[in-house]
């Protein structure tokens, strides 16, 4: 079998022990890339294509957040809420104690949010919210965006505009993203995408201007919320994989061969 029939047969993500497959019968990247919408879809998103898997259904999520070892996670407003996409259930974890509508993992897998004007920890335990900082003229209108480049969220305020927020609530406006209500953001490749209403957009992390990208294909109302899963180096993930064949391989030969010894020990006490 050669490696592309390979990976193509592989499951896009796992989560715990259960493996997500979406029946494309491809696998494009490492990481899995979720939206939600305002019908309580919550799915997956191909941004080369705008196509839209459903894996689970419930109550509006205005944000989602996947961590690095695939745990995703969502904000009703109130709870921080535990999404298993394998089982398509929601679990209420608890309450943040604030307004949050926008959840963001950075490297550390530590979760941020925020809310209003707040900037927040968000402890995924317990649910809490702590304030790290009041951003001035800042008004949260929905998402977060981990810049891993930069060590910066990329957020939207109201108004339609792309902010650049430290891990230390320090805040800088960038720019006006000339798109009406940009609720949802994520990075896949280092491309950051914005969802308004059904479509998806290209901002320019420079200036915030967006781009026309293609309408998203298979949602029920709004777009809310996004999230992007962590996705490896091509040649990791792909030497991690072989390398798990190997073992397979192995474990099979042993498997074999002991096998055969009691077979013989067998037929030498008979």
Known sequence: MGTSTFMKKLSIATFGAAAITLGTGEVAKAGLNFISTSAGQVGVINTSTGGFTEVARGSFMFDLALSSDNKLFGSDASNLVGINPVLGTFSKIGSFRAFINSLGFDSNNSLYATGGSGFYG??????????????????????????????RFLATSKGDSLWSIALNGSAARIGDIGFSQVHGLLFDQGTLYGYAGQQQIVINTATGAGTFSKNVAGVNGSIGGAASAPVPEPATVLGSLLGMGALGSVRSRHKSQRQQKQQADALNRS
């Open 122 to 151: 968000v402890n995924t335990l317990t649910g809490a919210a702590s304030l790290i900082a009041r951003i001035s003229g800042f008004s949260s209108s929905g998402d977060l965006a981990y810049d891993v480049a930069n060590n």
